[in-house]
């Protein structure tokens, strides 16, 4: 595997189900993002991880809760979710700091296609 | 806050040549990345400019002027595969926070 992988591709879940979305980079970086992206509007940014800390926390209600437990790997589980909470969730990794990183460029999953009901 | 804007759709010939513009009010301003997203797919890094002026590379070159909060893609030679999303997006605030505009859709024609 190469790059930022994320799993499932597709999902479907019922408002009462819990689900957890997974994502693996295999680049080496030492951070970690949840971004939200809905039809007709900016990718949101959820979360932030850098060295396995949350660093940003971006008003997410509770019904996300993100588990980081090391660098390579990225957990958004999900609870409780409304339909409105449909749309396609990506991951991204960078390296952050460190010599001769002249800017912080993020690589992105291909993302999880969520569908609430 | 912060408020990035870009046109949401454009259409173009193929072998033409393309503008996306994008204008930018943000605090902490460190940078502007633009990305393209075919549907589906996810983002992939096109440029990154920080200091003022035009960054060129192959059939794309991305132009930043920080006094004006305004920056643009430029496509050459337009090919039907450059057809996709194309996403302004800026480094915000201290650390390492990018926030996005909402994408330009680009069709390219025969």
């Known amino acids: 595997e190469t790059g930022v992988t994320q799993t499932p591709r597709h999902l479907v879940m019922g408002m009462t189900n819990k689900k957890s979305l997974k994502c693996e980079q295999h680049l080496g970086h030492n951070a970690m993002y949840w971004y939200k992206q809905s039809a007709k509007k900016p990718l949101e940014l959820m979360f932030v991880?850098?060295?396995?800390?949350?660093?940003e926390n971006n008003s997410v209600p509770s019904r996300f809760s993100p588990e980081c437990p090391n660098s390579s790997h990225l957990f958004l589980h999900l609870h409780t979710l409304q339909p409105e909470d449909s749309a396609l969730y990506l991951c991204?990794?960078?390296?952050?700091?460190?010599?001769?990183?002249?800017?912080?460029?993020?690589?992105f999953g291909p993302g999880t296609r969520l569908t609430v009901l | 806050g912060q408020n990035i804007d870009q046109p949401t759709e454009m259409t173009a010939t193929e072998g033409a040549i393309v503008q996306i513009n994008c204008t930018y009010q943000?605090?902490?301003?460190?940078?502007l990345f633009w990305y393209q997203q075919h549907a589906g797919e996810a983002p992939t890094f096109l440029s990154y400019n920080v200091l003022d002026g035009l960054e060129e590379k192959g059939r794309f070159s991305s132009f930043l002027s920080r006094s004006k909060g305004y920056s643009y893609l430029l496509l050459k030679e337009l090919q039907m595969k450059d057809s996709a999303s194309y996403l302004c997006?800026?480094?915000?605030?201290?650390?390492?926070?990018?926030?996005f505009g909402t994408g330009t859709q680009l069709k390219v024609e025969l």
């Open positions: 997006a800026a480094f915000t605030g201290g650390g390492n926070k990018l926030t």
């Open positions: 991204a990794s960078s390296q952050e700091g460190g010599a001769g990183v002249s800017y912080n460029e993020q690589f």
């Open positions: 991880y850098n060295f396995k800390e949350q660093t």
């Open positions: 943000t605090s902490g301003f460190n940078g």
